[in-house]
């Protein structure tokens, strides 16, 4: 149980549009989600938290308009990487509260690309 | 800023036990200790967690030092397909949301 599904895994998109990215919990509700950013041989990063029915959180340094979250609902997350560019080329990955005291699932993350 | 270090990297030959160290001199009396590993492009999985008692389950074990200042994760008998990177984190209680912060991780690499 406690399965957090991202998607896509890889997308690769042309600099100037926008990427969306969705972050699921398939069994449980999860009234908060965290999205993370990591770059190759480093450690995660943490961009924000994700609540439910209001407004993300973002960490110190971290352009909200550039990355917006939406947390419509107790299942779905979604990271929106708005005018993408080169720079913003990264693997993402959202984790989901567990309703237990297991600690945070996390999904598989997500390779963006921009080209 | 993370509240726990690791080292680096570490080896361990297979079938061995790995033991991979903590420090959270930091740590306060309701955190709790969690451990993650990371396969090369994918998301972290959970390991283990412990508060203040040592833990075991299938996959590792997880000492606590008496006055939690440190910790070690003990996989009995290493195999390849456990190289990693392992991070510790501790995180407050579940009344709450507590985000966590990542350190540097320890590169487990099992060999051959």
């Known amino acids: 149980g406690a399965v957090v599904s991202q998607h896509p895994s890889r997308v690769i998109c042309k600099s100037g549009t926008s990427v969306k990215i969705e972050c699921r919990s398939l069994d449980f509700q999860a009234t908060t989600m965290f999205w993370y950013r990591q770059f190759p041989k480093k450690s995660l990063m943490l961009m924000a938290t994700s609540n439910e029915g209001s407004k993300a959180t973002y960490e110190q340094g971290v352009e909200k308009d550039k990355f917006l979250i939406n947390h419509a609902s107790l299942t779905l997350s979604t990271l929106t990487v708005t005018s993408a560019h080169p720079e913003d080329s990264s693997f993402y990955i959202c984790s989901a509260t567990r309703p237990t005291n297991y600690g945070y699932t996390f999904g598989s993350g997500t390779r963006l690309t921009v080209v | 800023d993370a509240k726990t270090t690791q080292p680096p990297s570490m080896d361990c030959a297979e079938g061995r036990a790995a033991n991979l160290p903590c420090n959270h001199s930091t740590i306060s009396g309701n955190e709790y200790v969690y451990w993650y590993r990371q396969i090369h492009s994918q998301g972290p999985q959970y390991i283990i967690h412990?508060?203040?008692n040592n833990e075991t389950n299938e996959m590792a074990s997880l000492i606590i030092t008496e006055d939690r200042k440190s910790s070690t994760l003990i996989l009995p008998h290493a195999t390849l397909r456990d190289t990693a990177v392992y991070y510790c984190?501790?995180?407050?209680?579940?009344?709450?949301?507590?985000?966590?912060?990542f350190g540097t991780g320890t590169r487990l690499k099992v060999l051959a």
């Open positions: 984190i501790v995180r407050g209680t579940t009344s709450g949301t507590y985000k966590y912060i």
């Open positions: 412990g508060l203040k």
